[in-house]
Every structure is written in C-alpha cells, then in structure tokens.
C-alpha cells in the first residue's frame, strides 16, 4: 500500500478558555517516526466486536489508552470503561454525542450497526480522526465511495477491518501464492461454512436476520472472503454471477408441532436449531457458544438467559421468524487475465474454519485455515505446513486475524509505518463494489461486468 505524504500538521484539542491540553496525530503526519507518548483511541460501539477490538489493542506490545467509549448499553459501556480507565464525563451514550465534542484522540474504533457507518465515518472523519471501522465498509457502493472520498478529504487514515487478511494462516499462504510454489493461478474453489447454529444465532434470530435492518448475507458475512479472495488473487475483478435463496428458514419447513418460541416448543429437543441447546450450553460450558450467549442475554445467568429466550429474538422458533436473507449462495467470478473463481456460502455446515484449494500451473494449495498442502505436479510430493492459527470465527479471533490487525492498526498509527496495513479506504471500496455486484447479478439472474 502507498500513502502520499500530504498533511503535516497536528490536531490540538483547545477548550473555551484557550488552553490546549492535547495533540493529536495522524498516521501521515509522523511517517518513520513514533510517538513519544501512547496512542490515544475511543471506541464508537461496546459490542461483541468492539469491546473485543479495545481488549486486543490494550493488551498488545504497542502503548494505548482509551479516553472514550460510547455505547447506548450502560452496562456495557461501563464495563468497558471501568476496564480501560476512562473517566465518567468521557462515557457518552452515543456515538453523535462522542462525535459532538471537539476531538479526543488521534484514532477512533468504529463498530456500531452497519446502518450507521456512513455517517460515523464521515462525521469522525471530518473531526480530523484516522479510522478503523468495522467491516462491511457500508450498505452500498455509493456509500463507500463517500467514506473513502472522506477520509481522503479529511487526510485520514481510514482501515477497514478485513481481518482474513492478518491472520498467521493467510500471510504464510499469500506467501507460498506469491513465491510461485503453485506456479500461476488458474482457479479457486472456497467455502464458507458458517454454521448450523451461529447461521440460526446472527442470520435467522438476530441482528443480520433481514436485509431491512440490516442489509443482505453476501455484504453482511462475506464480503471478508470476496476481499480475501481478491488479496490472495492479487487481480482485479471483471465480471461475476451469482445464484441463492432463502431454502430452509421458512414458515412451512417447520416440524409439526412446532411453537412459536423454543422454551414453549414440543419438538424443541429434537431440533438442531434449538435456541436454548445453543445459549444453555454456551452459559453451562463456556467455549465459543458463551460468546453468542452473551449476545442474546445482557447477563450470564439461568434466570436471565431463559427470560431472554421467552421475551427476545434470540428464543424464537427459526421457521417462524421474520428473516429473509439467503441461507446459501454461490458467486463465480473472473478475473483480470481469465483467472476464475467460485465461492459457496452456506448455513449447512458444522462451525469451522473456511476451506480453499487454488489450482495453478505447477501444482495445487489446499488449506482450511491452519493447515496448508501443497501438491507439486513436478515431484508429485505433498508438503503440509500447520500454521496453528486457532479458531477461524468472530468469537475465536477468526484465527489470530483480529489480534494481528488490531497490532497492525496500533503498531502502524504509533510508529508512522502505513505498509503495516494491508487494505486502505479505495482497496476496501473496491472489493465492497463486488460484493454489491455479486448481489445484483444473483437477483436478476445475470452476469455484471465490473
């Protein structure tokens, strides 16, 4: 990634009496040279994701301090801000009321609904702060092309958080693509296996359940995979199709004698999309379930997880719910110079790492998201290398991308190093204008042209 040089000032925050009590920088400000103080962040939105994305950042090597959040949900916000030291009179409880007041730091974390993240980021932007907004960069082309256009104007940094890209098992496996160990790249076949039961938590039951509240499944899940894609391709897309639809999650797929809700149902011990097998283990064993536990309860307890299940989204029967995003999709793509690539979506699955196999001129890279193979067609040898990345989903790091973005992030913005960061706002606006294509050619049954 290139960044020209084009802005040489600091921020300074002056309160109304003169008094200048902090400067501010921007990654283009200090480039080659680090700070001599911490990085100062705030965080717009104390969800899952950007409680998770304030941890990392505070427990990495490089020095940060967090001196505001804003989130609607006091407990939230609170425990957050207890945790990281920020002062009462820095707890807003919303992000426009954090982007009301003069600047605060020199970065800000953006991860509130994805409805919101053109706004935030035009409106933080403005404010002179570099970004990290939480992936899909926005709800349509159009949108993106303001954000980048902002942040351009505003002369910010601006990271979408496209963390396939940093994980462990991503930059060994860009490497080996790289270093021609398959020779050219020719095809690719790679899935997503969401999941069985995160698909029933995030796609049928909660937040990304209907494209109204939210936007469709492509944008929403995998415009992660058609960014990577498009990384470990290293080409531009020229066209794509696409094929899906809303199969199972539907009215009249549900079991006779289902209720409306899980706690009330009479088939609910025999369903596999049963809220409360998912959320009582979740509070029972821990693991990656008490992550999308913690989601649909406000507080892990008994009490509270079953009264969640009897009175929220989380606890309704997945037949009689009101989503309508697809529950499978396929897109083909081709890229610049013929190469092509297909890519599968799908809820049906057991939750597990993403699997890919790259078909080149001297050989072929199989991987699932720890372990790489590569077959040489001249030797007819396999060399197996594991790259002991961990769990591939939101709750488990998506392994190790979010902890190496969130140090690339840090790292990038205190020591002036932009090559740190692997996507900027136009490379993010153009792997989102594909995925806005994909869905376009998958509701009028044809082939975009980029």
Known sequence: M??????THTYTHTH?????????????????????????????????RGTGYADLAADGTTPVSFVAVADPRTGRRDELADRHGIPQERRYTDWRELAAVPRLADAVIIAVQDSMHLEAAEAFAALGYDILLEKPMALSAEDCDRI????????????????MRYSPYSERLKALVDQGRIGDIVSVQHLEPIGYWHFAHSFVRGNWSREERSSFALL???????????H??????????????LRHFRAENAPAGAGERCVSCAVEPSCPYSARKLYQIGLREGGVKRYFTRIASDELTEEAVEQAMAQGPYGRCVYRSDNDVVDHQVVSLQYEGG???????????PQENRHTKIFGTLGQLTGD????????FTTDERTVIDTDNGGSSAAEGHGGGDAALLDAFVRAHHEGRPELLLTGANASRDSHRVVFAAERARLTGQVVRL
């Not at 290139?2 to 802005?7: D, G, L, P, Q, R």
């Not at 009590?21 to 965080?43: E, I, K, M, Y």
């Open 2 to 7: 290139t960044v020209t040089v084009t802005y």
């Open 16 to 48: 109304a009496t003169g008094a200048t009590d902090q400067s501010f920088s921007n990654l283009r400000t200090h480039p080659g040279r680090a700070l001599d103080r911490p990085l100062t962040l705030v965080l717009a939105g104390a969800g899952a």
């Open 148 to 163: 980048a256009a902002a942040a351009e104007a505003a002369g910010v940094s601006l990271t979408v958080c496209h963390v």
């Open 220 to 230: 929403t899940k995998s415009c992660h995979d058609i960014d990577w894609l498009g």
């Open 232 to 245: 470990i391709v290293g080409r531009p897309v020229e066209a794509v199709s696409s094929f899906g639809s």
């Open 339 to 349: 190469v092509t690539a297909a890519f599968t979506l799908t809820a049906f699955t």
């Open 369 to 376: 998201g720890r372990t790489i193979e590569i077959y040489d």
